[in-house]
């Protein structure tokens, strides 16, 4: 299975999640919240190969880490993946909005001069605004939209700019999370967990819990769980290809 947004360094064990990662054989997108927790990843990671770390800077935390934009930048050239970045529209982190929207561009400008990166991008309630930096941006990779949460207009912006989705239990335990699922392309979307953010029942969600998605999308797409799975893994190949 795969996990396309998950903070492995931010559960309590985070050695034995690993293992039990590659136990499974999951796939794992690692996003940092930080850039200085990049090469704290790289080393829990070690040699497992269905592991790929990002680097990130949360929006969540630009006002007080703003200043680390630079540091990410200059990470770019050693991965493939930038995550978790973006914009958090919600009351306790409104009044930074000016200052996020700063970091993100900054971040976009220097993904596209790096030749385009994969993105993991987070919107709480700033969705439009999110579109607009990556409207404006130009050719930055390919964005995906993890947890989103915005507008079915919102929703069609995002789909005519080419953005790509990852959705997880959590998500999709809310009706408007699978309305929107239902109306995203099929072949551009991936599973995730948020874990250990993302919770069910009051759990927080482990990487295998990406698996979750498969009945849920199942009753959406009204076709078998098996070719749901197909599906997913053949987004991934060629996300990643």
Request: hydrophobic letters at 40%; proline letters at 6%; glycine letters at 8%.
């Given at each position: 299975?795969?996990?396309?947004?998950c903070?492995?360094?931010?559960?309590p064990?985070?050695?034995?999640l690993i293992a039990?990662?590659?136990?499974?054989?999951t796939?794992?997108?690692a996003?940092t919240?930080?850039p200085?927790a990049?090469d704290?990843?790289l080393?829990?990671?070690?040699?497992?190969?269905?592991i790929?770390?990002a680097?990130g800077l949360?929006?969540?935390?630009?006002k007080d880490?703003?200043?680390?934009?630079s540091?990410?930048?200059?990470?770019l050239?050693?991965?493939?993946y930038?995550?978790?970045?973006?914009?958090?529209?919600s009351?306790?982190h409104?009044?930074?909005?000016?200052?996020q929207?700063?970091?993100l561009?900054?971040?976009?400008?220097?993904?596209k001069?790096q030749?385009?990166r994969i993105?993991?991008?987070h919107?709480?309630?700033?969705?439009?605004?999110?579109?607009?930096?990556?409207?404006?941006?130009?050719?930055?990779?390919?964005?995906?939209?993890h947890?989103?949460?915005?507008s079915q207009?919102e929703?069609?912006?995002?789909?005519d700019l080419?953005?790509?989705?990852s959705?997880g239990?959590?998500m999709?335990a809310s009706?408007?999370?699978?309305?929107?699922?239902s109306?995203?392309?099929?072949?551009?979307?991936?599973?995730?967990?948020?874990?250990?953010?993302?919770?069910?029942?009051g759990h927080?969600?482990?990487p295998?819990?990406?698996?979750?998605?498969?009945?849920?999308?199942?009753g959406?797409?009204?076709?078998?769980e098996?070719?749901?799975?197909?599906?997913?893994?053949?987004?991934?190949?060629?996300?990643?290809?």
């Amino acid at each position: 299975m795969i996990d396309f947004h998950c903070h492995l360094d931010l559960y309590p064990k985070p050695a034995n999640l690993i293992a039990e990662v590659a136990k499974r054989g999951t796939y794992v997108l690692a996003v940092t919240t930080t850039p200085k927790a990049f090469d704290g990843n790289l080393r829990f990671v070690g040699a497992n190969s269905r592991i790929r770390v990002a680097v990130g800077l949360h929006p969540e935390l630009v006002k007080d880490r703003h200043h680390e934009v630079s540091l990410l930048c200059a990470t770019l050239s050693r991965t493939r993946y930038v995550g978790e970045v973006g914009l958090d529209g919600s009351p306790e982190h409104r009044s930074t909005l000016d200052l996020q929207r700063e970091v993100l561009r900054g971040i976009l400008a220097a993904c596209k001069s790096q030749g385009g990166r994969i993105i993991s991008l987070h919107s709480r309630m700033a969705a439009r605004q999110v579109l607009e930096e990556l409207e404006a941006a130009g050719a930055v990779g390919t964005p995906v939209l993890h947890w989103f949460s915005g507008s079915q207009s919102e929703l069609r912006l995002a789909i005519d700019l080419d953005c790509w989705f990852s959705v997880g239990p959590a998500m999709l335990a809310s009706v408007n999370g699978r309305r929107l699922a239902s109306l995203m392309p099929r072949d551009r979307i991936l599973p995730e967990t948020d874990g250990p953010f993302g919770e069910l029942d009051g759990h927080p969600l482990n990487p295998w819990d990406s698996e979750r998605v498969l009945p849920i999308l199942s009753g959406l797409w009204q076709v078998p769980e098996q070719v749901i799975a197909q599906t997913l893994k053949a987004n991934l190949r060629r996300l990643v290809s």
